[in-house]
């Protein structure tokens, strides 16, 4: 039973625009989601995160919002640029300091 | 750099023989992890350590075993690799603690079982 879903494998987007990429939760007990960022033949590298107590948090070009009545977080990149593209991953901290993580989606940036 | 480096970072075995992953950490972290991920799917959590503590996840087959000889050392053993172990197996770590416990991975290895 999968507790964290990226429904959307992949993801294009033209470069200056804004990207959204979505993330669905299931657990209510999770207490931070985090974002990473995976290029071929690398380990995924942390992007940024948010707390459950939070419904936002900003970093430069990229936001991530929180909506825990819905279970939905989105991360959005603006303005997207070539270097964002990569697979991001969605992932959530609960209990014993375990992530979980979801699929992953891939974003295309095209000039 | 302070990083988590993985060796090796490409794996062939045949089935059945087997195989050991090796990870070290220069970020003196307390808490280091072994995911098994799969083409297109989520990164699965097999193991961790807190320190010296060992914890397992209930679905993780009993061919998986790892050993943590000290803070900067991890291995992941595969006592006999099936066809469906064919996949990228990450490291990773953290402090531990409260907060978001952010996790710094290597860049995995690539296991392939013929």
């Known amino acids: 039973d999968q507790q964290v879903k990226q429904n959307s494998p992949s993801l294009s987007v033209q470069e200056g625009r804004i990207s959204i990429l979505n993330c669905d939760y299931t657990?209510?007990?999770?207490?931070?989601f985090l974002w990473y960022k995976k290029y071929p033949a690398e380990g995924p590298t942390f992007l940024i995160s948010?707390?459950?107590?939070?419904d936002k948090n900003e970093d430069g070009r990229f936001t991530v919002f929180l909506n825990k009545s819905a279970k939905h977080l989105s991360l959005h990149i603006v303005p997207s640029q070539p270097g964002d593209s990569a697979v991001y991953f969605c992932?959530?901290?609960?209990?014993?300091?375990?992530?979980?993580f979801g699929q992953g989606t891939r974003l295309t940036i095209n000039p | 750099d302070a990083m988590v480096i993985q060796n090796p970072r490409y794996q062939v075995t045949q089935f059945g023989k087997p195989v050991t992953l090796s990870c070290s950490q220069t970020?003196?972290?307390?808490?280091m992890y072994w995911y098994q991920q799969k083409s297109s799917q989520a990164p699965k959590l097999l193991f961790h350590?807190?320190?010296?503590?060992?914890?397992n996840e209930a679905d993780t087959p009993d061919n998986f075993q790892s050993r943590r000889p000290n803070t900067s050392f991890c291995f992941l053993d595969i006592r006999s690799p099936g066809l469906g172990d064919a996949a990228m197996y990450l490291c990773?770590?953290?402090?531990?603690?409260?907060?978001?416990?952010?996790?710094?991975f290597g860049a995995g290895s690539r296991l392939t079982v013929l």
């Open positions: 990773a770590t953290s402090r531990g603690g409260g907060g978001a416990n952010v996790l710094t």
């Open positions: 970020l003196n972290h307390n808490v």
């Open positions: 948010i707390s459950s107590i939070k």
């Open positions: 992932a959530a901290s609960g209990e014993a300091q375990k992530l979980v």
């Open positions: 657990n209510s007990m999770f207490d931070y």
């Open positions: 350590y807190y320190d010296k503590d060992f914890n």
